[in-house]
């Protein structure tokens, strides 16, 4: 008999008639002597509507304002899943994050969990009943409803079974586990049976959604049992192990992608000390993120220093790095909104960063895909491609690093479930 943590996302509640499959779920492990603590995202696209609905209500709603609007969703969902429950027999009690007793700061729309009261939670499951707890949410200390930031439910599971113990936190998702490359758009993507802690902080850091990078993060550190399965279908998903990566392993991993990127290059700046700092400085203020930086010589001595940033950051950041440039004398400052972000992930990448890039340039080459940056890091190689290749180069390099190819059997089951969902 096990203690779970159970978290369904989005996609795996969209509608009356999946959010009945996840009861029937649920209430079948409650049969086997589970106890269960179920934490689940907004129906479907919710979130996105909640906010266009507060974009249209006012184009710069204030963030307390925002996270009292966006933690309907999650609350909707855990009423409807609690009452679900009921209908079949299993006893269940809805949790808002307050409920649940989790604690967050005040920093609104992003908060941070801090602690985790799971008195309440303890209280339903000795009372035999499911345990509801809305993702996503918490509150500050004066009491305000605060969210977590985007794909939150995730860390929420995981905060949960590290604060009551569970034996595993199992995501359940759309599809049946973590794969070589986002499914959707290698369709040859291989299902992992196990991916180190390491290797899935890098893939999901890098933008391979189906688990977000601080939900990894957390059950590193509080060295929480993770599954990722299938809601749709049966099998036993991937698990993410706490064994150290294995040095003999396969070279690469997986490939993250992810097309939210800008690039932005201050050209032509005399070359004088402290050019770095001047030119990030305003933007760490601002809290815009920099990712991959590259500082060029040219001929006349001068410098151009390119790097990227998300893509939402990119017309604030702009705005600042005019004016700095300005500021400095440089020559002109140029940018491209459209970029995408490729890894390849693999602890094997340690034994030879120069034979994975120079495949890695050759393959992207082959393709006539322009490397517009490149940055290397203990087991991953990333580069910034136009967003308009992001789709090929991905299928070329999971291909060329034949990635589809298990190192022992090559036999695992490899499928979304796309076609599975309507059999719900
Ligand atoms: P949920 O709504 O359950 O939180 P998400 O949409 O956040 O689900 O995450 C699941 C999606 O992650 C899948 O549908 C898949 O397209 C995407 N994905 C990206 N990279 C990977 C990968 N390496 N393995 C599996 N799925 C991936
Ligand atoms: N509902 C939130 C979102 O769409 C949180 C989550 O799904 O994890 O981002
Ligand atoms: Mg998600």
């Given at each position: 008999m096990a203690?779970?943590?159970?978290?369904?996302?989005?996609?795996?509640?969209?509608?009356?008639e999946h959010i009945g499959h996840v009861a029937d779920r649920v209430a079948a492990a409650r049969q086997l002597g589970h106890r269960i603590v179920v934490v689940v995202s907004a129906m479907g696209e919710e979130t996105d509507r909640l906010n266009a609905l507060a974009q249209a209500t006012n184009p710069a709603p204030r963030p307390r304002e925002l996270d009292v609007l966006l933690a309907t969703g999650?609350?909707?969902?855990?009423?409807?899943?609690?009452?679900?429950?009921?209908?079949?027999?299993?006893?269940?009690?809805?949790?808002?994050?307050?409920?649940?007793?989790?604690?967050?700061?005040?920093?609104?729309?992003?908060?941070?969990?801090?602690?985790?009261?799971?008195?309440?939670?303890?209280e339903a499951l000795a009372n035999k009943q499911v345990a509801v707890v809305a993702g996503f949410q918490g509150v500050d200390a004066n009491g305000n409803i605060t969210t977590i930031g985007r794909g939150g439910s995730d860390t929420t599971a995981v905060a949960l079974?590290?604060?009551?113990?569970?034996?595993?936190?199992?995501?359940?998702?759309?599809?049946?586990?973590?794969?070589?490359?986002?499914?959707?758009?290698?369709?040859?993507?291989r299902r992992l049976d196990r991916i180190s802690m390491e290797e899935m902080l890098e893939l999901s850091g890098m933008g391979s959604k189906v688990l977000h990078p601080r939900a990894v993060e957390y059950a590193g550190r509080h060295r929480v049992p993770v599954r990722v399965v299938s809601t749709f279908m049966s099998g036993d998903g991937t698990l993410v192990d706490h064994q150290q990566s294995d040095m003999e392993g396969p070279q690469l991993v997986g490939i993250a992608c992810n097309r939210d990127e800008a690039m932005i290059t201050v050209s032509g700046i005399p070359d004088q000390s402290g050019i770095g700092a001047a030119l990030m400085g305003p933007l760490a203020d601002a809290n815009i993120?920099?990712?991959?930086v590259v500082q060029n010589q040219g001929q006349d001595g001068r410098i151009d220093l390119s790097f990227t940033v998300q893509r939402g950051d990119h017309?604030?950041?702009?705005?600042?790095?005019?004016?700095?440039?300005?500021?400095?004398s440089a020559r002109s400052v140029s940018a491209n909104d459209k970029i995408a972000k490729i890894s390849v992930v693999g602890a094997g990448v340690r034994r030879s960063h120069a034979g994975v890039v120079s495949k890695l340039c050759q393959v992207l080459a082959g393709e006539g895909i322009d490397i517009r940056m490149l940055s290397t890091a203990e087991i991953k190689v990333s580069v910034a491609v136009d967003e308009k290749y992001l789709e090929l180069a991905v299928r070329a390099l999971h291909d060329a690093f034949q990635l589809d190819r298990a190192e022992d059997t090559g036999s695992e089951d490899r499928h979304t479930d796309a076609d599975t969902k309507s059999a719900v």
């Open positions: 203690l779970l943590v159970q978290k369904y996302g989005g996609t795996s509640v969209t509608s009356p999650e609350q909707a969902t855990i009423a409807l899943l609690a009452m679900a429950l009921e209908r079949r027999g299993c006893a269940a009690r809805s949790f808002t994050g307050a409920q649940a007793g989790i604690r967050t700061d005040a920093t609104h729309n992003r908060a941070r969990i801090e602690s985790i009261d799971p008195t309440a939670i303890r079974a590290a604060a009551i113990g569970a034996d595993e936190c199992q995501i359940c998702t759309d599809v049946d586990g973590v794969y070589t490359a986002d499914p959707r758009i290698v369709p040859a993507a993120d920099v990712d991959m017309d604030r950041a702009l705005r600042r790095l005019r004016q700095t440039a300005d500021e400095l």
